[in-house]
Every structure is written in C-alpha cells, then in structure tokens.
C-alpha cells in the first residue's frame, strides 16, 4: 500500500468557565402554583380528617351497641374512639347535652377492650398545631419541589446544550469569560501562521494605543474572520490575540446560539454584546460561526425561523456596537463558503485572515515549540518536518505526545528522533499490531506488493524518494505501506508529477500480476487514491487534451475534505469515466514494464524485505545499486 498522509483536526482546549447566569423566576411561580394545587385537592384527600363530628344520638347509639372504646369528656365536647370492625377504628366528636345518666350509660354499656368495658382517659385526642400543619403542607413541599426543579433544569440545561444553568433562563448568553489576567497564551504560543499574526497585530496595536489611530481618523475593524482547515490553530491565535492586548476575552461557539424555542438564540446573542460593551475594549470570539451564519433560505417554508432570527440579531448588533470602544469579533469557520453575504461584507466582518496549513518552516517550527514542554535528546526536525508534509498544527502536537509516550514504554526519559519518526507512522498507518498472524504466501504477497511500489517510485524522475518500506501489519488495516518523503517543499504538481504518482500506486498490484500471476484485495487503497487522482486531472486540472481547460467538477467543503460534484452532462460523465480509465490504464502498463524489466533486483529485495520486515530506503537503493549498470536507464 503507498501511504498518502491525511489532514486531522483539533481546535485545541476549550475552556470550561461558565458565564453568569440569570435567575429563574418563572420556575419559582411554577413551583408555589404545584404547592397551592396539592393543598387544595390532594393532601386533604389523602390525609382526610382526624376526627369526624357527629351527633349526640349517634355517640349514644354506638354506645348501646358496644362499638366504643374510649370516651373523653373536655369541657362542652365528647371525645369517642370506636372499633366498627370493616370501618376500623375511628375518633369522633359530639357536642355535651347535660346528659346526667351518661355515666351510669357508660359503666353499664359493653365495649370491644379486653375487659368488655368502656375506658375513661385524661388523654385528649387533637390535631397538629397550627405552625406544624404549615411546614408539613407548605414549607416541606416546596422545598422538595424546589430542589427537584432545579436539579432537573441543570439535566434538561446540559441536555439541550446550552452551556449549563437552569434552563428557564431565556436571557443569559452562556459565554466563557476570561479575565485580562486568565488569558496567558501569546504569539510566541503560535507558530507557523506568520502571515496571520502579522494580520492580527494591527488590531492588538489598536487595543494598545487607540490614539494613533482614531488621530488620524481610522477606526478599528470591527471584526476579523479565521478561516482555514481544522488543527491549524483558529481558537489558539484568538486567545493569543487577547492575551497580547491583555483585554477581557468572550468565548463562545456558534452551537450554543442555537435553541429549541425562537427568540432564545437572538436573546443570547443581545446579552453577549451587552457584557461586551460593558467590559470594553474586549474580544468576542465565536467559534464555527457557520452554525449561525449559514445563507438565509429564500424559499417559502424552506427557512429555520431560530437560526435566521438569531443571524439577523448578531447582524443588528454588529451594525450597532460603536468600534471606538474596542470590541473586536473574532470569528472562526472551516466553511467559508456557507456563510451568509451580509455577514461578511465591510464593516462587520472587514478582514478574512487565511490559516493553511504550515509549510516545511511552519512545521519545524510547531515541533520546536511542542518539543519546549518535552524532554528530548537532539532530534532532527528536519528529518521529522519533511516526513509530516500536509500535517496541521493540532496534528503535530499530536505527533509530539505520541513520540512522548513511546519513549517512557521503551523505558526513556528522553524523546529521540526515532520516537517522532514511529509516532507519524503511528498517526498516518496506525500502531503496529503484532498480533497480526499471516501465512508465509501472504507475507510473501505483501512483500513484492511493497517492492513493487518502491521498485516503481525510484525508476522514476519526478518522484519523491522511497524512505522506508514495511510489512508490519497496522491496526487501521493496512498489512503493509511504502513511505515516501519528498527532499523539499512542492507546491506546484505537474501533469508528470501526478501521472507518476498513479504509476507509482499501480506498482504494488502490477508486481502481484507479475510474479504470482494473480491479484489481491490487498491494492484497495492504491485503486481508491489512483483514480481520485486521475480523475481531479481530468475534471479540475485540465490536464485532460481532449477537454483542455474545460471545468467539469465543483469543490465545496474545500476545507472539510473537498467533495465534489460533477457540472456536465450525463454523456460527459460518460465519456470522463473512459478518459479515467485509460489514464490509469496508462499508468498501470507503464509500472508492468518497470517491474518486468527489474526482476532481479525485485526478488531480491523482496526476501530481504520478507527476512527484516522493515527496510530503508537507504537499504533498498543498496540493493537497486548491485543492478544499476544492467538495468535500463531511469523511465521517463
């Protein structure tokens, strides 16, 4: 397989402070109205009464029929317990009448307690005091549901993604808010975006000295927009910038303004400017402001009324804030294209600062600045910044760490350039899997597929050369990779540089062919990246004679992976498919012949490969260079 290195983002760290935060006055109302509903209907019929009133012929009849355990006479009222079987037992209350043979009705009567007859007590049965029946039906429920709100505002809060907070608080912005003194990363954190710090020092500059500028009459931009491929540092050189002005710093991602009610994101929008203009000068950023700032759909019905309605606030206020006072907006996006033409236009967003990914300066001096929070022993970044082309910033720090953690399992307390090499090979094919098992016609297979690639790569001119070659299985699949390291940076491919790159992904498949008289799924890969190729040459290079320079594919998400669409007919989709084909036909007869015509040297390249499992280059030209004076000069 011949291993093409693929871009990975991180924005770095997010910060977790969360911003303050509104009180919930609707949900207060909401709980005492609960209280006053429960107290009404419920709890009296549950409770129910503890002792009924009745009437006096009652008291007597229950009496008579030996139904009534206790009686307690306290001043005008009678007091009877009675044990009515199915009913259970129940407390009563009558009214005294002056009954003067109610004692001797009382000896003489029968009653359910163990002796037959009806007890006389002191104890007067009564109800909860007053101050008690309020903090049982009052003061405990609410509490009880109070607390329940609020543990359910914070899930239903952190469910809807809006930063945190009780979720009835309509009006907060949710912001992260960094102090003057919080914000401690500075330019000398970022490195290989030269261009964009030159960009943005200008507006650090304003922050410092607004003098010099509002004299002469400039005013301040307004707001600068990042744009550029994941991991290359957006968010980073955002907080350096506020560290540099050492001004207060509003973080906050487009995501968070979007809301399930509308009006809730445009109402968040208004707060964040409100605390902004309070702590002027300060920088707002607001990171992936694609998730707010998409173009306004014009169709009937087609539009989401929440994102547009929060769009149109942040446009309002943008059109609002007085620039004087040294609110400046810092934005970040990886798509560019969607955002909506009224955000962008001059004097809201007045600048659009490009961050590409670094170039092989850049990369050194990433890996330099990285390497500063580790221990290390003499590593070539050199060596390591050529071997990582394409790579962003977020993916060089990853590639650091990794080296990292290699060197403390091999039992180091330094990273070697070893580490750093092995850790890219760990990003761009994934971690050695060892417990790989192939058999030895399958290992013999991956060994000439390898072979080929290298064999074809360094027969010819315009090719990057062959830096190492491996049959160690890795765990994203791949049973084998040949890697190629270019000797400097390439910025313009000719049509010979990329034909010779689909000759050289050919390689592995044709020495298959060649050697084994059968082919594998093992040129999966190679086949996916070798038509891509060829058809970017036919459809957006013009590489193509019969189309000249005709475009026949669109790029969208340039930044996110460049998909594309074709804009012809379907007979032109056609007719590209059949110039595909023979280009990659082409290729593929041309890796045939440099295979044939080198066989000698492949076999034994091939065992050595099969013996050491991973080679140099270096190693592989020694063996080329036995077979130099017998080979054919180099292909063209």
Known sequence: MAVQQANRSNDGNKPQDQGPRTSSFVGMLVVIVVVL??????????????????????????????LVEKVMIKNDYIYFLTDEGDNGKTTYSTGSVGDLGLVDRLLAAKSPNEDGRIAFTREIPRENSPIMNFILLWVLPFLIFYLIWRQAGKSIQSRLGAGGGNFMSFGGSGAKIYADSDVRTTFADVAGQDEAKEALTEIVDFLHNPGKYTAIGASLPKGALLVGPPGTGKTLIARAVAGEAKVPFFSMSGSEFVQMFVGMGAAKVRDLFKQANEKAPCIIFIDEIDAIGKKRDNTLGGGNDEREQTLNQLLTEMDGFD?????????????????????????????????????????????NVHLAHVKHDNVDLDVVARATAGSSGAELANIVNEGALRAVRMGRDKVTTADLEESVETVIAGAQKK???????????????????????????????VHKITIVPRTSGTLGYTMQVDSGEQVLLTR???????????GGRAAEEIFFGQITTGASNDIEQATRLARAMVTRY?????????????????????????????????????????????????ARSIITANR????????????KETITGDEFMAILAKYRKALPSNEE
């Open 542 to 590: 013009g590489m193509s004679d019969k189309y000249d320079m005709m475009a026949l594919e669109t790029v969208s998400n340039a930044y996110l992976g460049g998909d594309t669409t074709l804009a012809c007919s379907a007979d032109t989709a056609a007719d590209i498919d059949r110039e595909v084909l023979a280009l990659i036909r082409q290729a593929h007869e041309k």
């Open 37 to 66: 509903i429960l107290n009404w209907l419920v709890f009296p019929k549950m409770s129910g009464q503890r002792i009924i009133p009745t009437d006096y012929g009652t008291f007597i009849n229950k009496v008579d029929s030996g």
């Open 323 to 367: 620039a004087r006072k040294g609110v400046v907006i810092l934005a970040a996006t990886n798509r560019p294209e969607s955002l909506d033409k009224a955000l962008l236009r001059p004097g809201r967003f007045d600048r659009r600062i490009q961050m590409e990914l670094p170039d092989l300066e850049g990369r050194k001096a990433i890996l």
């Open 435 to 465: 417990g790989k098992v192939l058999s030895e016609t399958e290992r013999k297979t991956v060994s000439y597929h390898e072979i080929g690639h290298a064999m074809v790569a360094a027969m010819q001119t315009h090719s990057a050369p």
């Open 600 to 611: 000698p040297a492949m076999d034994e390249a091939a065992a050595y490969l099969l013996d």
């Open 496 to 506: 010979e540089d990329l034909f010779n790159r689909i000759v050289t992904l050919t």
